[in-house]
């Protein structure tokens, strides 16, 4: 009689804790983090100033978590064509969740993968990097004029690092 009591115990416990689990899943408001504007900013600028330390002028776009442009700054002698390209970079990689220089390098070596260059907004060309908060993506950096968008990425990853104790 022991055993069936607990064993009664048990189940009631399990059939708790997955109606709890159901609830959780079901739950009509999400928390979720963002970027704010004063961060973008700052990001915008020192991936920038990270480009024309190298010589390069370019062009730098932050998005927030839904690929929404927050901030975009061009330097003074950038092209017209890298504005549309570092917030394209931006969007795909805040989109994905990925560098944009992976995704590239995996669309060569995969021809499904090759499609993404005809989904609407995506750029598959090295420059967009995700901005994390842990493992959870709250944003992305894209840039573009440097020669080369490895050059581009090196230009992002320049600027996050510069901001990582913001970014926790």
């Given at each position: ?20 689990a ?27 100033a ?22 975009l ?14 917030q394209a ?8 969740k990925?560098?944009t ?38 944003g992305?950096v ?5 020669p080369?968008?490895?050059?581009d ?13 913001l970014l926790?």
């Amino acid at each position: 009689m022991k055993n069936t009591l607990l064993s009664r115990l048990a189940l009631a416990a399990v059939a708790v804790a997955a109606a709890a689990a159901v609830q959780a899943q079901s739950t009509p408001v999400r928390t979720e983090r963002n970027i704010s504007l004063d961060l973008a900013n700052q990001i915008a600028a020192a991936t920038v100033a990270a480009c024309l330390a190298n010589g390069h002028n370019v062009a730098a776009a932050v998005v927030d978590r839904a690929g929404q442009l927050r901030a975009l700054q061009r330097a003074d002698n950038a092209g017209p064509h890298t504005l549309s390209s570092a917030q394209a970079k931006a969007y795909t990689s805040a989109s994905a969740k990925a560098s944009t220089l992976v995704m590239l390098e995996n669309a060569q070596k995969n021809p499904a993968a090759a499609n993404l260059v005809y989904m609407p907004g995506f750029l598959l060309l090295g420059g967009g990097v995700p901005i994390r908060v842990g493992n959870e993506v709250i944003g992305a950096v894209g840039v573009g004029g440097a020669p080369g968008g490895h050059l581009d990425e090196q230009c992002a990853v320049a600027a996050l690092d510069k901001v990582k104790d913001l970014l926790k």
